[in-house]
T-cell receptor, first 113, second 112 residues
Framework: RKEVEQDPGPFNVPEGATVAFNCTYS??????FFWYRQDCRKEPKLLMS???SGNEDGRFTAQLNRASQYISLLIRDSKLSDSATYLC??????????????FGKGTKLSVKP | NAGVTQTPKFQVLKTGQSMTLQCAQD?????MSWYRQDPGMGLRLIHY???????DQGEVPNGYNVSRSTTEDFPLRLLSAAPSQTSVYFC???????????FGPGTRLTVL
């Protein structure tokens, strides 16, 4: 089983739509959770960290369910500029591997006018 | 700050050739890493370093060597390039106690 699995996508939505991405991870020892955004032919950039209590950053809301090993990202009022690939990322964060990130394959979002 | 820089941006090699992908960061980050990204797959960790003089293997280290003689630089060496190493390579760094990793712009490598 892949360590981090995401919705296959692609998601094609109109401007203003609400879209949700889901992600599951297999290693219960995972300590840190993130959503990264990657634009076409660019490097990944941190969108937001995901906390157990859930967290919000403007139009973006992230949720974590440790018991189900499930992470989600909700984007409200989608903008054209939200078009990108969204990467679900976990970090086992033990010993010397504190920075080693495990990436999902990503879900591509295309927001249309 | 320039952040994380990578050179070259593009490279074409023939099978069996060797080369070094350069990575540098000017943020005094202790942790640096190399990932490769292939179509239909997530980024996979090749090698990482938690400080100068310390390196370790990631998920897919075969065919690659690294060294970390300074905090700033973390070059990735391909010993004998193979077509299976055609990929986009990203270097990343992060500071001690920080979560966010900063990625370089990537090197697109094609091995013929």
């Amino acid at each position: 089983r892949k360590e981090v699995e995401q919705d296959p996508g692609p998601f094609n939505v109109p401007e203003g739509a609400t879209v949700a991405f889901n992600c599951t991870y297999s290693n219960s020892a995972s300590q840190s959770f993130f959503w990264y955004r990657q634009d076409c032919r660019k490097e990944p950039k941190l969108l937001m960290s995901v906390y157990s209590s859930g967290n919000e950053d403007g139009r973006f809301t992230a949720q974590l369910n440790r018991a189900s090993q499930y992470i989600s990202l909700l984007i409200r009022d989608s903008k054209l500029s939200d078009s990108a690939t969204y990467l679900c990322v976990v970090n086992l964060n033990y010993g010397g591997s504190q920075g080693n990130l495990i990436f999902g394959k990503g879900t591509k979002l295309s927001v249309k006018p | 700050n320039a952040g994380v820089t990578q050179t070259p941006k593009f490279q074409v090699l023939k099978t069996g050739q060797s080369m070094t992908l350069q990575c540098a960061q000017d943020m005094n980050h202790e942790y640096m890493s190399w990932y490769r990204q292939d179509p239909g797959m997530g980024l996979r960790l090749i090698h990482y370093s938690v400080g100068a003089g310390i390196t370790d293997q990631g998920e897919v280290p075969n065919g690659y060597n690294v060294s970390r003689s300074t905090t700033e630089d973390f070059p990735l060496r391909l010993l004998s390039a193979a077509p299976s190493q055609t990929s986009v390579y990203f270097c990343a760094s992060k500071g001690r106690g920080r979560y966010e990793q900063f990625f370089g712009p990537g090197t697109r490598l094609t091995v013929l």
